[in-house]
């Protein structure tokens, strides 16, 4: 009953006090230069303090923030006059603050939500970075703040516009992926200052970005703030500030005649760069607001007294939001320019690059990639279980991976203290998401239990299984289709192997024996007597699982054949390697070997090499040091490592491997696979390790080369968009300015999440990655991956610590992987297959050997599985997530990885739910927290309101429910909006370049 009233006075005051969005907007007037005055807060989740530190302010020593002051502070103030507006981000914060509250308090807010007094903006759970993150991350680190907020506030906490105002550049991706949750618009903080200062010349501050796929579907109005997120210069009011309005004429220090002055010079200024009789002014800073007092009684000074003048000066102050400053925009109907391009690299002046974080702290970033790849995996496994609501434990992992999304996270920008923090939140979500799969995976009735998971398998450490001369592995195959996967498992000896898969005991799966180079055995902090890998073929039916008993022998394992580099006592030239690749060796002296790639007539030539570090104290643009946001090297050239100085090559029955020595820091294994049924074996896999970096000279920053003479790739090149797409690159060329070449290698470097490509008419060249990286084309033929990066400098723009990462006593190893595919002319579909095979990696599971239990469940399983049908959906179709989303509910992403215009794939929806029933489906936004046609048919449409100074490559807009079947149709839908099935089969259509978002009903 009491909930029940509490409703009805929310609607009643809803009623009375006007709307939330659009409709609780102030009106602009005409004849006047409306200025939008947008109180704001930037909360960073996690930079110079942690999480927990931000959000109760300690360690104020540090930095003086506490968030939850900040919220208490403007509440109260809203409170106190229905004019005021505030807007808030991050939600990770705000649901911490919103569990502390009382029900009368969230009944307050609520009214203010529902007013539009307090608005949420963006809504993710951090204000990811776009350069760093992969598409997965942002959608499920957006999904899960919208989704919390949608269900506290309703239709009024949903977001409807994008504020990401602190990240180092921006990616086109993430504009088309805001337009997929049917956003109205996105506003940025930082782009290149010259790319800036021509758009302010040009009023060309606001655009239609033409991001994605769909025609208007993957378009977004984007606005440039003015003067980043801060406020005008002398008008910060602020605990944090110094700036004062002084109104008293009888004070000695009055200075109200000058302060409106300077704003008003300052509006005038700001208006000359945009196209619209309204401009907005950000008026808050990081961390503002913890004294909202200060600011709202500044700010309606401000607004009193420019009004007394109204007339004169033609200005009008509001208090207002960047929704109702977009809403103003649209209904001046003006003409806007389109983008079809990104925002990187940005820099912040001519010696400024702001590239350095596309790699900086590499083991961190690899650990994302992993938590987030365990995470899908996870989420897939939860949402096959027998329980109705989700599993508290997976939000755990949601938050880490979300959290780690922030733009201080990924981006390796936080302080060390930081860092060390987030690795800490990665490693428990990554322990619930195995808890989850050990519930999922494990019989009741058995008493063979698999609850073991190796987390340092990364440096081929794992006591379980060096411990043991027998145990069960279980492999989860978290795509929708059969797939094999080497799996490698670090044990002790050199010996045979009994391998027995549960459902296939007729035959021992093959596996081979190979040694861990002595690189990798002595890296700092790796507690482990194991000198070999065991590998083994996997191969697992789609989003299923399968137990492997792993029985070790006594006799000597004979299978692999180490090849001597010498012959009658001189050197030769071997190769090893399979019909696609052969790894060419070839003695250039007594101690130096030269190591080249070849796939048909096309030879590659792979090396490391580093860039010197400037130096300096950052007082002038020309003094800027290479830091943890900059990359800013000391001269136009890289300094080569050199060629290996010991080569081991190894030959064996799944796969060729070479191990390759450079230095005392540097090694290299390289593999060619024999029976390559799974497209990521097709390329050849670089297995590198680097560290400890020596930091005379200021540290260095380390890149791995890949050269051919046999590909004419001229100036272009090509790289994803938060792993997802592509993007032409074109070196030492702005698409919307001239570019003034002051940093000639860093101004070409551009972030990558899953691969870099080259290409001629004939061949190309793509290096996969295993994590975010920073990456360029130096030269026609040429593509360079930087992988590792020590510094001794700090670049000053605010961490105040020099990247200098150590462990165990010294500087940091980091061991990652490329994979390089040399093939046909424009094979964009198959880098992108292996990309995403890379990253859907199995989830592996160790238990004891349970004899019994193993033979008793193959007579149990074997019959059943002979006529179970196996889902097999094509390489090219990726299922991007499925998890529960509320009682006998699972939202489904799926992905066509054609390009735009390519193959529509069919899917059959019913096969991804075996056993159960399906009763409805639904089309949803991206995020899966809104019907899709409902938001698209009330979104912005900016069609004739821009143009495109020289082409116009619109795609038609994509029918709402998908294409229907040429034999028959297959829906029909209801008065809900809902999909529901006529002939029986819940088959829908993936177009070419989509994705498609489903909220699947159960019985």
């Known amino acids: 009953m009491k909930y029940w009233f509490l409703s009805l006075s929310i609607l009643f005051i809803k009623e009375v006090w006007g709307e939330c969005g659009y409709a609780s907007c102030p009106t602009p007037e005409p004849g006047y230069l409306n200025i939008h005055i947008v109180p704001h807060t930037h909360d960073d989740v996690g930079w110079l303090k942690t999480v927990d530190q931000y959000y109760y302010g300690y360690k104020n020593n540090i930095q ?115 337009a997929k949750f049917g956003f109205d618009g996105l506003f940025l903080g930082r782009i290149d200052y010259a790319d800036k200062d021509k758009r302010k010349s040009t009023k060309s501050m606001e655009m239609i970005w ?24 002398g008008f910060c009011f602020d605990t944090l500030c110094t700036d004062v309005i002084m109104d008293n004429k009888l004070l000695e220090d009055y200075n109200l005649d000058a302060k409106l002055e300077e704003f008003k010079a300052f509006a005038t200024l700001q208006s000359n760069a945009y196209a619209t009789n309204n401009i907005m002014l950000t008026m808050g800073e990081d961390f503002n607001y913890q004294d909202a007092n200060m600011w709202y009684k500044n700010l309606d000074k401000l607004m009193k007294y420019m009004a007394e003048g109204k007339e ?23 003409e806007l320019p389109s983008k079809t391009d990104d925002f990187f690299p940005y820099a912040s002046d001519p010696h400024a690059y702001w590239t350095g974080y596309f790699t900086s702290r590499p083991a961190l970033k690899g650990m994302i990639r992993k938590a987030n790849s365990l995470l899908q995996a996870c989420k897939q496994v939860e949402a096959k279980s027998a329980a109705t609501e989700e599993d508290p434990r997976l939000m755990v992992a949601k938050r880490s991976v979300a959290v780690n999304q922030h733009h201080d996270a990924v981006t390796g920008t936080a302080k060390q203290h930081v860092t060390d923090d987030y690795y800490l939140g990665l490693h428990r979500g990554m322990e619930a998401c195995h808890q989850i799969v050990t519930d999922a995976l494990n019989d009741p009735s058995s008493a063979c239990v698999v609850n073991e998971w190796c987390p340092l398998l990364n440096i081929s450490q794992c006591a379980f299984t060096e411990s043991r001369d027998a145990f069960t592995t279980v492999v989860y195959n978290p795509t929708p289709r059969t797939e094999s996967f080497y799996v490698r498992l670090p044990v002790v000896d050199s010996v045979e192997y009994t391998i027995k898969d549960t459902a296939d005991t007729e035959n021992n799966v093959a596996y081979q024996v190979n040694p861990i180079p002595e690189t990798v055995q002595i890296i700092p902090g790796r507690d482990s007597k194991a000198r070999f890998e065991l590998v ?10 399968r137990n492997f008993l792993i029985v070790k022998g006594t006799k000597a394992y004979t299978g692999i054949k180490k090849m001597d580099m010498k012959n009658s006592g001189k050197f030769r030239k071997v190769s090893i390697g399979n019909k696609m690749n052969q790894i060419e060796v070839e003695a250039s002296d007594a101690e130096h070997y030269k190591i080249k790639l070849r796939s048909g007539e096309v030879k590659v030539e792979m090396g490391f090499s580093w860039y010197t570090p400037a130096v300096g104290d950052n007082s002038e643009w020309e003094k800027r040091a290479s830091g943890a946001y900059i990359f800013r090297p000391n001269g136009t050239n890289s300094v080569p490592i050199g060629d290996p100085t010991g080569i081991q090559l190894y030959k ?80 030492n060329f702005r698409e919307t300015w001239d570019l003034d070449l002051t940093e000639p290698i ?48 700090d670049d000053a723009f605010g961490v105040g610590e020099a990247l200098n990462e150590e462990a165990f006593g010294t500087g940091l190893v980091v061991r990652g992987t490329h994979r390089v595919l040399l093939c046909g002319k424009n094979c964009d579909l198959e880098s992108s297959v292996v990309a995403e095979q890379m990253f859907a990696q199995p989830v592996l599971q160790f238990g004891e050997a349970c004899f019994k239990d193993f033979i008793d469940s193959i007579h149990n399983y074997r019959e059943p599985e002979k006529e179970k049908k196996s889902l097999e959906l094509p390489q090219t179709l990726k299922l991007l997530s499925m998890e529960k989303y509320a009682k006998s509910q699972i939202l489904v992403r799926l992905e066509n990885l054609n390009p735009v215009g390519g193959e529509v794939v069919p899917v059959n929806l019913d096969e991804l739910f075996p056993g159960q029933t399906i009763t409805s489906i639904t089309k949803r936004t991206l995020d899966g927290n809104k019907d899709r046609e409902e938001v698209y048919r009330a979104r912005m449409n900016w069609t004739n309101n821009y143009y495109h100074p ?34 029986g089969d819940f088959t829908v259509n993936i177009d070419a370049g989509f994705i498609e978002t489903y909220l699947v009903t159960l019985q």
């Not at 060249?765 to 020590?790: I, P």
């Open 64 to 178: 003086r923030a506490g968030v939850q002051y900040i919220i208490d502070s403007v509440i109260q103030e809203l409170l106190k006059d229905p004019a005021r507006r505030f807007i808030y981000v991050e939600s990770a914060f705000f649901w911490r603050w919103w569990g502390e509250q009382d029900l009368t308090m969230k009944e307050t807010v609520r009214e203010l939500v529902n007013e539009g007094r307090l608005e949420f903006i963006s809504g993710g759970w951090s204000m990811n970075d776009e350069a760093a993150a992969h598409y997965s991350a942002i959608i499920d680190n957006m999904a899960i703040g919208i989704k919390f907020l949608q269900e506290e506030f309703g239709e009024c906490g949903r977001p409807k516009i994008g504020w990401q105002i602190d990240p180092f550049g921006h990616s086109r991706e993430y504009a088309n992926i805001l």
């Open 210 to 233: 033409k991001a994605g796929e769909g025609g208007a579907d993957g378009e977004l109005f984007t606005g440039v703030n003015h003067n980043n997120y801060s406020p005008p210069p």
């Open 312 to 334: 004169e000066h033609k200005m009008n102050l509001f208090y207002s939001t960047p929704s109702c400053y977009l809403k103003a925009v649209k209904e001046a109907n003006v």
């Open 536 to 545: 083994f073929v996997a191969k697992v039916p789609a989003l299923e699982s």
């Open 652 to 731: 064996g029955p799944l796969y060729d491997e070479l191990h390759a020595f450079y230095n005392d820091w540097i090694s290299q294994i390289m593999r060619t696979y024999h029976t390559p049924d799974n497209p990521m074996y097709n390329a050849v896999e670089m297995e590198w390790l680097v560290g400890p970096i020596p930091i005379e000279n200021g540290g260095k920053e380390v890149v791995m080369e890949y050269s051919t003479a046999d590909i004419n790739s001229e100036d272009t090149f090509y790289t994803d968009s938060n792993g997802r797409g592509l993007i032409k690159r074109v070196r």
């Open 746 to 793: 860093s101004a070409n470097y551009y972030p990558l999440n899953s691969r870099i490509g080259i290409r001629d008419t004939s061949n190309d060249l793509w290096v996969m990655t295993d994590r975010s990286e920073g990456a360029s084309s130096m030269k026609s033929g040429q593509v360079e991956v930087m992988v590792h990066r020590r510094l001794l400098f």
């Open 950 to 983: 020289t082409h116009d490559n619109r795609i038609p807009r994509y029918d709402v429910y998908g294409k229907k079947s040429e034999n028959s149709q297959l829906y029909i839908k209801n008065v809900n909006g809902k999909l529901i099935h006529r002939s």
